[in-house]
């Protein structure tokens, strides 16, 4: 419930009068100062992507590599309790959750004090504290055209009157910052209140979104301007030392970081947990002195530099070696004898391959198009693709919606994805998709050539995954052909609706089914919709989704909006993986988090067992 009227005019007035004593800014930047952190520089973390990053700034980046790396350097209001499941929103850079009003339309958020930007160029190479106003500025940003963010839908149509500065710029040519904007009140120096144009009650995770909410200066931006993908500066435990694009990326403790200690709340029956708990309680964050991040984007040479003790860190043992390194899903003996550990979980993710809805030949909405999707869809083998391209090493996705997140049903059960060649090739034959010249495979109903072009990365996994999509096309008389290109630019050639086929998944940054079926909104075109599905009947129930508290009525307009995605089918779903992340013994407290971008904030090293286990 919202405090009294008495208690909210109280703390209005003090804290008017704080805002208004510049004194108090500059001593809490005296006192900052003096802040020492306590990251021990001989303590580093080294491991590798598999997938090159794109760049630091959030409100531009949505891939998970570039967010892995700024959500350490730019933090947002809420974060995530590490080691509580379910999983739990708690304050980060604010004092208290927010006050959220009863009808879900009014967000008040109360900003710390004493929380500064690390230093920098932009300020002096000064620290400089965050004040409210540099969130409604961050929030601006990605409303911005100039900033072309890729998050956009997220929040879209969302804050009352980001439209008329939208207007602004479409009039003007550019955005008005100081404009003043009804959907974001500055009430004092550290509280902003955000008025939403309708009840919203997902909007709160937006809080805790790295690639929304990340807060950044405006002094930042200005200085760096198109070069602010390589110069993040924020709030949080770690700095970017290094960056060589597409190959290594190096981060140092913030000097500049407020005292945080390690505080986690683990289920009582996890043992694990517990345990780590028992180690890190109270210690002073961040305790990792560095972390070194390499591209490495072959497994083979990405599995040995762990083996070799390089890194100290793996995400994902390769699937490939999964049968020798996970006999029934456990460690084999000699990694368990050198202390390996394994941390294994159905990620909060869903694996799919979409068509390009606005595609002549794989898109549109008539019943032959649907025929050939859903065609290709029954006669692609999921069953191969889980037991030998992915070793088992995932289970088959039913809906978009991954494990762990509100809206998810493992009991849902369809046989429309269902691996069925005998039902595609007669599916084909009844829409005209025949065999003319007798070569084996299948010609459009015009008797033009039908060739399904599917995009893929030039990797070994990606290599396995071409096998067995090619062998089932083959078996259903369909020619497929495979463009091979860099991650990052098939991305932006997705975005830019340049491919016909392409497999992608997708890990949320929070657990509700709304942010999955975000994928499928209409109006997200070009951004997270890779497919550019278009039905009106989905984009209202997604409308209606988030204005409704959870329940029943929510639950059941999400198995609406998936049964509609089945129907017409944008999408072959693929799989939902299990994540085997293996750590060396001599780091503490390594856990994969559902929503949270990175973790190494909340680990440590025993410096003395990697020095003992060296020799």
Same mark, same amino acid.
């Given at each position: ?28 930047? *005296? ?290 070696? *999964? ?47 649907? *025929? ?69 495979? $299948? ?71 709304? *942010? ?42 999400? $198995? ?56």
């Amino acid at each position: 419930m919202s405090p009294s009227r008495k208690c909210i005019w109280f703390w209005l007035v003090a804290l008017l009068v704080i805002g208004s004593n510049p004194s108090i800014g500059e001593a809490l930047q *005296a006192s900052v100062s003096n802040n020492q952190s306590s990251a021990d520089p001989d303590k580093v973390l080294r491991y590798a992507f598999q997938i090159a990053e794109t760049g630091f700034d959030p409100a531009r980046t949505s891939d998970v590599y570039s967010s892995n790396v700024s959500s350490l350097i730019i933090e947002t209001p809420l974060t995530y309790d590490f080691l509580a499941r379910p999983l739990k929103l708690k304050p980060n850079l604010l004092e208290t959750m927010p006050d959220i009003s009863e009808d879900g339309t009014t967000y008040t958020l109360k900003f710390r004090k004493g929380i500064f930007f690390a230093s920098d160029a932009a300020f002096n190479g000064k620290p400089r504290e965050l004040i409210a106003a540099d969130y409604a500025y961050s929030l601006k940003r990605v409303y911005d055209n100039q900033t072309k963010s890729p998050n956009l839908y997220l929040v879209d149509r969302k804050i009352a009157g980001m439209e008329a500065l939208k207007q602004r710029q479409r009039d003007t040519g550019k955005f008005d910052y100081d404009m003043p904007c009804e959907g974001l009140q500055v009430l004092d120096r550290y509280t902003l209140r955000i008025k939403l144009n309708q009840p919203d009650f997902i909007f709160i995770y937006m809080l805790a979104s790295n690639n929304v909410s990340s807060v950044v200066a405006r002094e930042v931006v200005e200085k760096y301007g198109d070069d602010i993908m390589a110069h993040p500066v924020g709030t949080g435990p770690y700095k970017l030392e290094l960056w060589k694009r597409s190959s290594r990326i190096h981060l140092v403790a913030n000097p500049d970081f407020r005292e945080m200690h390690w505080d986690a709340e683990p289920a009582a029956d996890d043992k694990f947990g517990q345990e780590t708990k028992l180690r890190l309680q109270g210690k002073r964050m961040p305790m990792i002195g560095r972390i070194e991040i390499f591209i490495i984007e072959e497994t083979q040479p990405r599995w040995l530099a762990f083996l070799n003790e390089e890194h100290d860190f793996m995400e994902r043992v390769p699937e490939e070696f *999964a049968s020798s390194v996970l006999p029934n899903n456990k460690l084999a003996l000699p990694y368990a004898k050198r202390g390996i550990q394994l941390s294994r979980v159905a990620n909060m993710e869903v694996g799919y391959a979409y068509f390009a809805m606005e595609h002549p030949l794989v898109g549109g909405y008539t019943p032959e198009k649907i *025929a050939l999707r859903r065609a290709i869809n029954n006669g692609f083998n999921i069953h191969e693709h889980v037991g030998i391209a992915l070793r088992n090493q995932a289970i088959r996705a039913e809906s978009p919606v991954g494990p762990g997140a509100y809206g998810y049903d493992a009991a849902f059960n369809t046989d429309v994805n269902e691996y069925d060649p005998a039902r595609s090739r007669a599916l084909l034959d009844l829409y005209g998709y025949t065999d003319r010249d007798g070569d084996g495979y $299948r010609e459009n109903p015009d008797g033009s050539a039908l060739l399904i072009e599917q995009s893929s990365a030039p990797t070994q996994q990606d290599r396995q995954y071409d096998e067995v999509w090619k062998k089932s096309m083959d078996a259903i008389g369909i020619r497929m052909k495979f463009n091979k290109a860099q991650w990052p630019d098939l991305l932006k050639e997705s975005r830019a609706g340049k491919l016909m086929m392409w497999r992608l998944s997708w890990s949320p940054t929070y657990p509700d089914a709304e *942010a999955f079926f975000v994928m499928l909104y209409g109006p997200n075109g070009g951004q997270a919709n890779h497919s550019r599905f278009k039905n009106a009947a989905f984009d209202k129930l997604y409308e209606k989704s988030s204005t409704l508290p959870p329940g029943p009525e929510r639950l059941a307009t999400y $198995r609406e909006m998936n049964r509609i995605m089945l129907v017409n089918a944008p999408w072959r779903l693929l799989v939902h993986r299990f994540y085997n992340d293996v750590t060396h013994p001599w780091v503490i407290g390594y856990q994969r988090h559902p929503s949270l971008r990175s973790v190494w904030a909340y680990l440590d090293i025993d410096l003395e067992k990697q020095k003992a286990m060296a020799k």
